[in-house]
Each structure stands twice: as structure tokens, then as C-alpha cells.
């Protein structure tokens, strides 16, 4: 079966683009606004509308396939590709991607994923029109998506639902009952990402919060056995409230799994070094002084781990113990599909994450890329309310788990 034609439809995302250097430089918040200037290349205001361009490859047979091209809410920070605008991208989707696929057979995921995600590319477009190819293969073959890498890697689908992590925005109190209403395994994120404001100029301020979110979640727990994962992304802010003393930072975590126990704890992001060999050593440093204290909370790798090398250099350095998979910031899905199966491999915990500046449809394609792959945890996106990037991706691995019993 050939692909007959390309078509792109811009969109929107589920959430917004933000500048993350000028929030930490002090933008402060005015309603769904941030006030102040941008600081980073592209932005036209410190918090703008997120924008997604849909891959649509129209079949042989009259079906079509499709992927959203989208990328991260921190576009243009920790090294990643620039903003990512569907009237800029459009035009090279056309002229350069069109004839990459119009025309040709369907083949395999992996081989007609090589030719674009081996370009030189933006992220964005790997990333939506390698999801429009593995559509593509799966109705070419009659099969689930999740059956297309399965068959591809040589894994197995799980025969559970993988634990799902849902993330608050900034309403971190209300969000964080919704959560706890549906039984997310894993919560709330939290965004910690100004120190004055919500971290605290000694930490006290997540400390405090993670002492309600216990007791919130020991009064409102759905069920007895509910026993989730706190998860808190504090986006570096650890490193500038102990002026990156990583023993200090180590000791702090292991003060904040005292308060969360229960519940474990995992700390994402915990400093920004500013280029990705310094953030590899502190990271690796800051796990081993865990380890040294007895600490059994977790830290997360996220900034300067964008690609599927970058996931492989801090899986062998033990950089962390467990690494966020964005999956718009390591282009083609195939790289996200890979960097799993080699955390896996290397014991290092697989967070097949991504961004709430996502789509439903990019949503619905990681969740084929987690039952296929069995990461420890899958984000559930996009958007910041909750209630729709957790239906949505529960609901897309409910269907995959009930089509392959």
C-alpha cells in the first residue's frame, strides 16, 4: 500500500509555550499571564498560545494516518530545538518532508521513521510525522500501534496498565485532590520553579507542601491499598537555594522523603548546571551521596537529557535514578521507543514523559509507545487541568489492553 498524499492542518496544543529563563529571571504571574519581558530567542511575550501542526498521510486505500508535530512548553531552554511555530514549519513540511513518503510504499515503522528522523530536522516535525508513519504501518497491517512496535523491538505488551503520572500546574492544592479522586498512580509534579515565590528561600515552602499532600492523601485516599509515587519537579531551584552544595541538596531530599513517608518520593530536575557534562556529574554525585546517607527517595534527570545519546550518556554515568524521556525533545517516537528499552537494559528508571504542551493525538501515540515498552511510569498529557490529559492517556491504554488480551 502507497501513501497517495500529505497534508498538514495547524492546531493547538493543550498548552502554552513559556519562556523558562525570563520565569526564572522573575516573571511573575498575572492571571494565565506572565508580566515582563521575553528573554529567550523566538518568544514574543514571556507566556504565549502553544501551537501543533497535524501530519495527515492520506493512504491507497482512501484511510488516513496522522501525527502531531508539537513541542515542549520550555521550548528554546536546556538546549532544545526553538519555538516551534506551525506557519514557520508548514512550508518545509510541504516542500522537504512531502516527498520524503508521497508516493512510496508502506514498509516498516523503523525504516520509513529513518528517513526523516535522520534529517536535520526540528524536533516538532520528527516527532508528529514519525507518529503519522507507525499509524500508518498499523492500518497498513491491520493492527494496534502497540502491535506495530512490539512486533518491530521484540517486546511484549503489557498485560497491566503502566502507572500514570499526572501533573498539577501551578494550582498544586486542588489539582493535587483531583488526583488523588481518581487514583493517579503517580503526583502531582507541582511545578517548583520560582525559588521566592514557591520552593522557599530554604526549601521550607515544598517541605510544607509535601506535609499537606501526605495527610491529603491519607484522609482522601479513593481506596485503602491506594499507595501513589510523589513526584515533585523542581526545575532546578534546588541547586540556587543551596548554591549547589550537592550534599546539602542530598540531605534536603532525604529530609523531604522523612516528610512524604509513607509515600516515596521522587525530586525531578533538583539542579540546572547549564550544559549537559556538569549537569551529568552533579546528578551522578548527588545520587551516590544519596545512596552514602541511605536516602531512599529518588531524583529525576530532566534538563540537558534531550536526546536518546543524552539518555544513554546519563543512564551509564548512574546520572540520577531514573530519567525523564521528553518525548517531542528527542524527535522521531523511535528514539523515545529506544531510550526505554535501553533504561531498561542499563537499570536505570524509564519516565516515558513529554510535555502539557502536547496533543491528544501525540497523548494517544505514547500511550501505544508505553504498554509496547513497559516504562515505569507514563505522563499524562497534555494540558494542566488534570482531569483530560489523565482521560486521556488511561483511557488510550484501557483500549489497547482490552484489544490485546
Given at each position: 500500500m502507497k501513501i497517495t498524499k500529505l497534508i498538514c492542518a495547524p492546531g493547538k496544543t493543550g498548552f502554552f509555550f513559556d519562556d523558562q529563563k525570563a520565569i526564572k529571571q522573575g516573571a511573575k504571574n498575572n492571571g494565565a499571564f506572565y508580566e515582563g519581558a521575553p528573554v529567550t530567542q523566538g518568544f514574543t511575550a514571556v507566556r504565549q498560545a502553544g501551537e501543533s501542526v497535524s501530519v495527515i498521510f492520506i493512504l491507497e486505500n482512501g484511510a488516513f494516518a496522522h501525527g502531531d508535530c508539537a513541542a515542549v512548553q520550555y521550548s528554546g531552554a536546556g538546549g532544545r530545538d526553538p519555538l516551534f511555530l506551525a506557519e514557520n514549519f508548514i512550508p518545509i513540511i510541504e516542500k522537504e518532508i512531502a516527498p520524503l513518503y508521497v508516493g512510496k510504499e508502506i514498509t516498516t515503522f523503523r525504516e520509513m521513521a529513518d528517513r526523516v528522523d535522520k534529517a536535520n530536522y526540528h524536533t516538532a516535525i520528527r516527532y508528529g510525522v514519525t507518529q503519522a508513519c507507525l499509524d500508518a504501518v498499523a492500518k497498513s497491517k491491520g493492527k494496534l500501534m502497540a502491535q506495530v512496535i512490539a512486533d518491530e523491538y521484540g517486546t511484549e505488551i503489557s498485560k497491566t496498565l503502566i502507572p500514570v503520572f499526572s501533573q498539577s500546574g501551578d494550582d498544586r492544592y486542588l489539582n493535587a485532590d483531583?488526583?488523588?479522586?481518581?487514583?493517579?498512580?503517580?503526583?502531582?509534579?507541582?511545578?517548583?520553579?520560582?525559588?521566592?515565590?514557591?520552593?522557599?528561600?530554604k526549601g521550607e515552602k515544598i517541605k510544607a507542601y509535601i506535609q499537606w499532600l501526605r495527610e491529603r492523601i491519607l484522609k482522601?485516599?479513593?481506596?485503602?491499598?491506594?499507595?501513589?509515587?510523589?513526584?515533585?519537579?523542581?526545575?532546578?531551584?534546588?541547586?540556587?537555594?543551596?548554591?549547589?552544595?550537592?550534599?546539602?541538596?542530598?540531605?534536603?531530599?532525604?529530609?523531604?522523603?522523612?516528610?512524604?513517608?509513607?509515600?516515596?518520593?521522587?525530586?525531578?530536575?533538583?539542579?540546572?548546571?547549564?550544559?549537559?557534562?556538569?549537569?551529568?556529574?552533579?546528578?551522578?554525585?548527588?545520587?551516590?551521596?544519596?545512596?552514602?546517607?541511605?536516602?531512599?527517595?529518588?531524583?529525576?534527570?530532566?534538563?540537558?537529557?534531550?536526546?536518546?545519546?543524552?539518555?544513554?550518556?546519563?543512564?551509564?554515568?548512574?546520572?540520577?535514578?531514573?530519567?525523564?524521556?521528553?518525548?517531542?525533545?528527542?524527535?522521531?517516537?523511535?528514539?523515545?521507543?529506544?531510550?526505554?528499552?535501553?533504561?531498561?537494559?542499563?537499570?536505570?528508571?524509564?519516565?516515558?514523559?513529554?510535555?502539557?504542551?502536547?496533543?491528544?493525538?501525540?497523548?494517544?501515540?505514547?500511550?501505544?509507545?508505553?504498554?509496547?515498552?513497559?516504562?515505569?511510569?507514563?505522563?499524562?498529557?497534555?494540558?494542566?487541568?488534570?482531569?483530560?490529559?489523565?482521560?486521556?492517556?488511561?483511557?488510550?491504554?484501557?483500549?489497547?489492553?482490552a484489544l490485546n488480551p
Open positions: 483531583k488526583m488523588i479522586m481518581k487514583a493517579a498512580d503517580v503526583l502531582p509534579h507541582a511545578l517548583f520553579n520560582h525559588v521566592e515565590t514557591k520552593v522557599g528561600l482522601l485516599k479513593p481506596f485503602d491499598s491506594y499507595n501513589p509515587v510523589i513526584h515533585i519537579d523542581v526545575y532546578g531551584t534546588l541547586g540556587i537555594v543551596f548554591d549547589n552544595n550537592f550534599e546539602a541538596i542530598a540531605r534536603y531530599v532525604g529530609e523531604l522523603a522523612e516528610i512524604a513517608k509513607p509515600f516515596h518520593l521522587r525530586v525531578e530536575g533538583p539542579v540546572d548546571m547549564g550544559e549537559k557534562a556538569a549537569q551529568i556529574d552533579a546528578l551522578r554525585i548527588i545520587r551516590q551521596t544519596m545512596e552514602k546517607m541511605e536516602i531512599t527517595a529518588e531524583i529525576v534527570a530532566d534538563e540537558w537529557c534531550n536526546t536518546l545519546q543524552d539518555v544513554i550518556d546519563f543512564s551509564e554515568n548512574k546520572a540520577g535514578h531514573m530519567a525523564q524521556i521528553k518525548t517531542p525533545d528527542l524527535g522521531g517516537i523511535n528514539n523515545s521507543i529506544e531510550a526505554v528499552l535501553y533504561c531498561k537494559q542499563h537499570h536505570m528508571g524509564a519516565y516515558l514523559g513529554g510535555t502539557c504542551n502536547e496533543t491528544n493525538r501525540s497523548a494517544e501515540i505514547g500511550a501505544h509507545i508505553a504498554m509496547a515498552t513497559s516504562p515505569v511510569q507514563y505522563l499524562a498529557k497534555p494540558g494542566m487541568g488534570v482531569d483530560e490529559g489523565y482521560m486521556i492517556v488511561y483511557n488510550e491504554m484501557s483500549r489497547i489492553l
